[in-house]
Structure formats: structure tokens, C-alpha cells
RNA sequence: GGCGAGUUGGUGAAGCGGCUUAACACACUGCCCUUUCACGGCAGCACUCACGGAUUCGAAUUCCGUACUCGUCACCA
């Protein structure tokens, strides 16, 4: 086909795309950043669908633009309509949100790049294929889907590439009388891309987190227009990037293998290149077979978003896990930094895992614990009362008639540079302070005590008449080990272990049968700032009880 | 099958040619601190980096091959 005979061949199919590539490049100029800001978008197709990898791969979006002073926006990518699902952009947009992981542009959020979803930009995305056609970089493709099967399965049988291209790509040259004809017939088409690459030949391209990769060339004359005039993917990308001056562009590594395609794009567009960072999916070694596997949302709860919610893991504590597993040296960094947070850290691509990152629960967990044990009782408070609010409307309520004496109870053993690490999750709370509320404490079945061992009562009773809780800390541990001694036990573990026939126990002894009464467990923070919160009376109170329960 | 990537203790991983007798964290075990529990501290936990070969004075680190795992090869993104 001759230069205008593309030309006519390119009006005829678009005619009515008037703009032209320029006045695009014109309403979408430059951004306006300082040296090495980068702008990074997260685009998701709308099916509603959000899992712990997207999360991650937005988070980076989020923190690479961040720290470097640029731009980080949403882009809906609804270009296939069949996908869609009713509410699914909502969904995103509601995650995002509810994560704190909020782009600062894009759908939903406004910006000098609009629109942000692709069903709006379609004759965008003509324009640029016209010019395509004219140029001789892209071609109507009338092959049926019967046909393409047939030759994909000669393929398979003669173990060669799969794909449109070289030979199999039978529309390629057709003449513009061809085309004519086809189209007066009704036939339907696919406009393609006709690959100038060789598969011979080799590029080279650097990932920022991969590294150096090498692969054939594009040769394929893959799809860039749908029958129904949408783009694909991987055109909607090259467009949608050039035109919104992204800089990086962060996504799963399951598009390693588009780079070639998608580099050939930006080269025959005449488009800047722009840098790829392909991150590592979120695996799991499975259970049974001992093989990697991505993690599903069936199988593996915390892979869907709503799990976190629902069980009462911090936003930011998550922030922090999907901060350790974006770079590999920030859990040491968090670790040796107890004043600093999450914004204080430089997050680099050298530092991004190159295999698959794989889900460790258990330091989920402890990451959680040690955001809690960071926390003073107030936030303490504040953060589980909002989450009860939502999904223990009882404990909500609980807690704010004794807004007082939580977070009181909260604030132990908070201060100095050992605090408390018990809590993990906003749901752990109310079994954890079980002791703190009177209302729950009836209730106690004293089922945390495992072993049906018996206290010496009227030990207690005495111990707990002559309370005096108007003392230091020091002043109290004195008291007690006083009374140990007075009562033929060792005021030292030490003292017993060494000649346990002499002794009917030592202070830990007594401690603990004091602590299960009051609290109803064996394990609590400190005893006499718990009694001081609760008060003599109180104190009192819980003796009866357990007897009550003992005498079941 | 083609193409690309990965493979380091029970777990997550650091490491990028000599400073590694393999960091750090989680888990586990022991000891210490402590009125108890927790927190914290100390110690132990891979004589070795999937396997085979090559390069080198020297390799977990470079190269080649093998095995396994993952990703991809749609008018889905």
C-alpha cells in the first residue's frame, strides 16, 4: 500500500476522528516536577475485585511518589465492558480509601489529566491507531476467530511460536482494494499492529527492581483495536502513560514477558520510554504439596482485603507488613527506629524482592504487636473503641461508659522502653482486658486457667483485708513479701528453690493465686496497678466470685 | 513447548567476588532479669547457600548445564 493510499485507508475507518496527535499532546503537556519526581499510577479494571497484591502494588505507587515528590493517581481500566461489574469501581475507590492508601489524582479524585478511565478516551485512542495506519505501523485485520484457532493448533502441533505473525499474519499486505471489499461485505475486523520487530535479534531492557533482562523482539501483529473499537491493554498503556507522564510504572510481574510488545509500542509511537518496575507477586508455600503458589483469596483468608477489617489489624500496622515485604531492609530499619514512622523511611527498588515474596502470617502478627506496644493507652483506646464500634457494638459501648479507667487500664506498663507487647488485633482487646469491665468479669468462667490447680483463700482474704493500695510500687512488693514470710513462704523464688521443704511456697505463689483472682488469669500486666484502677472494693468483689465459682 | 524469572536454616529473608567461621527478624530451646505473666538481655538453632561442571589465588555471589517452582504465550487486564 502506498503512502496515501494508508491515508485513505486511515479516513476511511476513522472518519470521524478529527483531532490530531498533536492537539493531544498539546491538552496533556508535561507535568511540571521537580528533578526526579516520580509519577506512578495504579489502574485497576473495575471488577470490584481487591486483593493484598493490588494493596501492595498501590502502596508502592503511593510511597514512590511520595518521597520523591511527585504524583500518584488512579486509573480505571474498563476497556473490556464484558468484565465489568456492577459497583466495582466504588469498591476500589472504597478501598483506597479505607486503606489510607489514597492517590493524590485520578478517577474520583480529580486532576489536570482527565479523564481517568479508559471508556472516556477512546477516541483517544483512535486518533493515535489512525496515525498508526497511516504511518504503516498498524492494518484492519479481518481474520475469523475459526481461523486463528485452526492456525494456533497447527502451531502447537509444529511446536513453533504461537501468535499472528510473519505467515500467519494473512491480512498484513492486503491491498486497499482488499480492504474495500471486506468492508462493503459487513466483514467485522481487529485493527493489528504490524511488528517491525525481529525475533532474531535481541533487546535489552532494564527493570528497575528485575534488573537486566534480554528477550527476542516483538514480532507479533498483536491486537491493538478491538472488534467493538476499544483498545487492548497494552495499547491503552503506551497511550495512556505517554499522555499522563507517568514515570515509573509499577505492576505485577506478570507483564514481564508484554515488555517487548510494549516497548516496540512507545518506539513506532515515538514516545519517550519510561522505566518499569515489575514487582513480585505475594506467594504462600503450600501447606500440602510444599509447592509456591500465588495466594488465593479462598484458601488463604488474609489475602482478601475484608479479613483485616474484620479482625481488627490496624491499617498501619498493615502498612508496616506491606512496608517489610515492598523493602527487604525496612523491618530492621522499623525494628531500631522506635520514634520513627513509616514517612521517615527512604524506600529504594534495590531493596524490592526480585522472587516471590511469600506471605509470613506470624510476622504480620508480631508487626502488629509491636505497633500496639508503640501506642499510648489513649490511642489505644481511641483506635479498638472505633473499630468496636463497627463490629462489637456491645464492647463499643462497654468502653465508653468506662472511657476512664480503660485507658487507664490501657496505659500499663506503657512507659519506659520495655512496653507491654500482648495485643495484636483491635478484636484481641476484649479478651485480653477481660479483668478491666465488671459488666464482662461476672460472666468470667475463669476458663484461662488451665490447670484446675487450688489457692489458698484464706490467704487471699487476709491479704486482701488489710489492702492498702495508697502505695509505690516499691512500697507494695515489700508488703508482699513481708507477708510472705510472716506466712511460712520465701520471699525469694530463689530462697525455695534451693530448700522447698522449709517453705509452703514463695511470693510468685501468692501473686498468682492474687492475680487469678482478680483477674481471672495467670497471665496479666502489673497487679497492683491493675488493683488500683479496679479499687479496694472491687478487688473485694472478685474474691467472692471465685469462690462462688470454686464452690460450683 | 517457546520466552522470562526464581531456588540461602523450621519460617520471612540479608548478602551482589575476599571484611561471611552466612546479617537481621519470627518461631523454638536453655539461662538471666523479674512478685507472676509478659517485655527485655544473653546463648543455642544452615560446617553451608537446589544439583553438576567451569572461571578464579579465592564463589552463596560470575559463566554453562540439569532439576524444580513461578509468570506469560486471549478481540482479559
Redesign the pocket.
Known amino acids: 500500500m502506498s503512502d496515501n493510499e494508508r491515508v485513505e485507508l486511515a479516513e476511511m475507518l476513522f472518519p470521524n476522528i478529527t483531532k490530531t496527535r498533536e492537539e493531544y499532546e498539546k491538552m496533556y503537556p508535561e507535568r511540571n516536577l521537580k528533578e526526579g519526581a516520580m509519577v506512578t499510577r495504579y489502574?485497576?479494571?473495575p471488577t470490584g475485585s481487591v486483593h493484598l497484591g493490588n494493596l501492595l502494588s498501590a502502596f508502592c505507587d503511593m510511597v514512590y511518589a511520595r518521597q520523591s515528590g511527585g504524583s500518584y493517581y488512579l486509573r480505571i481500566?474498563?476497556?473490556?465492558q464484558?468484565?465489568k461489574v456492577e459497583g466495582g469501581i466504588e469498591n476500589i475507590t472504597g478501598v483506597l480509601h479505607d486503606f489510607l492508601i489514597l492517590p493524590n489524582e485520578g478517577y474520583s479524585f480529580g486532576g489536570e489529566y482527565a479523564p481517568y478511565i479508559q471508556s472516556e478516551r477512546n477516541e483517544i485512542y483512535q486518533c493515535y491507531i489512525k496515525d498508526l495506519i497511516k504511518q504503516g505501523y498498524a492494518y484492519p485485520c479481518f481474520?475469523?476467530?475459526e481461523e486463528?484457532a485452526s492456525i494456533?493448533e497447527e502451531q502447537e502441533i509444529n511446536?513453533t511460536?504461537?501468535?499472528?505473525y510473519g505467515v500467519y499474519a494473512a491480512d498484513r499486505d492486503l491491498s486497499l482494494e482488499e480492504v474495500k471489499e471486506k468492508i462493503s461485505n459487513g466483514e467485522?475486523?481487529?485493527i493489528r499492529l504490524k511488528s517491525p520487530g525481529d525475533a532474531k535479534k535481541e533487546i535489552e531492557v532494564i527493570d528497575c527492581i528485575?534488573?537486566?533482562?534480554?528477550?527476542?523482539e516483538h514480532d507479533?501483529d498483536t491486537?491493538l483495536l478491538?472488534?467493538?473499537g476499544?483498545?487492548?491493554?497494552?495499547f491503552?498503556h503506551a497511550i495512556d502513560d505517554h499522555l499522563m507522564h507517568t514515570t515509573h510504572v509499577i505492576r505485577g510481574?506478570?507483564?514481564?514477558?508484554?515488555l517487548p510488545l510494549h516497548i516496540q509500542l512507545f518506539e513506532i509511537l515515538g514516545f519517550k520510554p519510561m522505566k518499569y518496575a515489575h514487582i513480585?507477586?505475594i506467594?504462600i508455600?503450600d501447606k500440602e504439596t510444599g509447592?509456591?503458589?500465588?495466594i488465593s483469596k479462598r484458601k488463604d483468608p488474609f489475602f482478601g482485603v475484608k479479613y483485616y477489617d474484620e479482625n481488627g489489624i490496624p491499617i498501619e500496622a498493615l502498612h508496616l507488613y506491606l512496608a517489610?515485604?515492598t523493602n527487604?531492609?525496612f523491618?530492621?530499619w522499623y525494628?531500631n527506629n522506635s520514634d520513627k514512622t513509616i514517612n521517615d523511611f527512604e524506600f529504594s527498588f534495590?531493596?524490592q524482592?526480585?522472587?516471590?515474596?511469600?506471605?509470613?502470617e506470624?510476622?504480620l502478627?508480631?508487626l502488629c504487636k509491636?505497633y500496639f506496644?508503640r501506642k499510648s493507652g489513649e490511642e489505644v483506646y481511641k483506635e479498638t473503641y472505633h473499630w468496636a464500634l463497627k463490629h462489637d457494638t456491645e464492647y463499643a459501648k462497654l468502653l465508653e461508659e468506662n472511657k476512664e479507667d480503660m485507658i487507664k487500664f490501657f496505659s500499663i506498663?506503657k512507659d519506659g522502653d520495655?512496653?507491654?507487647?500482648?495485643i495484636a488485633k483491635y478484636s484481641d482487646v476484649r479478651e485480653e482486658f477481660s479483668y478491666a469491665i465488671d459488666e464482662l468479669f461476672i460472666k468470667e468462667d475463669y476458663s484461662k486457667l488451665e490447670s484446675d490447680k487450688t489457692y489458698d483463700l484464706e490467704l487471699v482474704k487476709e491479704y486482701i483485708d488489710n489492702l492498702d493500695l495508697n502505695q509505690s510500687?516499691e512500697e507494695?512488693?515489700h508488703g508482699?513479701?513481708e507477708f510472705a514470710i510472716t506466712h511460712g513462704y520465701a520471699a525469694?523464688?530463689?530462697d525455695y528453690k534451693k530448700d522447698p521443704a522449709s517453705y509452703k511456697g514463695?511470693?510468685?505463689d501468692?501473686?498468682?493465686a492474687?492475680?487469678v483472682v482478680i483477674t481471672g488469669r495467670?497471665?496479666?500486666?502489673?497487679?497492683?496497678s491493675i488493683m488500683k484502677v479496679l479499687g479496694k472494693q472491687k478487688v473485694e468483689m472478685r474474691l467472692n466470685l471465685y469462690k462462688e465459682h470454686i464452690n460450683k
Not at 528485575?210 to 527476542?216: N, R, S
Not at 476499544?230 to 497494552?234: Q, S
Not at 495467670?522 to 497492683?528: A, E, I, N, Q, V
Open positions: 489502574a485497576p479494571s481500566e474498563d476497556t473490556d464484558k468484565r481474520m475469523s476467530e486463528i494456533r511446536k511460536k504461537i501468535g499472528i467485522e475486523y481487529v528485575k534488573g537486566k533482562m534480554k528477550f527476542p507479533v491486537i478491538k472488534k467493538d476499544t483498545p487492548t491493554y497494552h491503552a510481574d506478570e507483564w514481564v514477558s508484554s513480585a507477586p506467594t508455600k509447592n509456591i503458589r500465588k517489610t515485604i527487604t531492609n523491618e530492621e525494628l534495590d531493596k524482592a526480585v522472587g516471590g515474596t511469600s506471605f509470613d506470624a510476622k502478627m508480631n509491636t506496644s506498663e520495655r512496653p507491654r507487647k500482648d510500687n507494695w512488693f508482699v513479701k525469694n523464688p530463689k514463695h511470693v510468685g501468692i501473686c498468682e492474687l492475680r495467670t497471665k496479666s500486666p502489673d497487679l497492683l
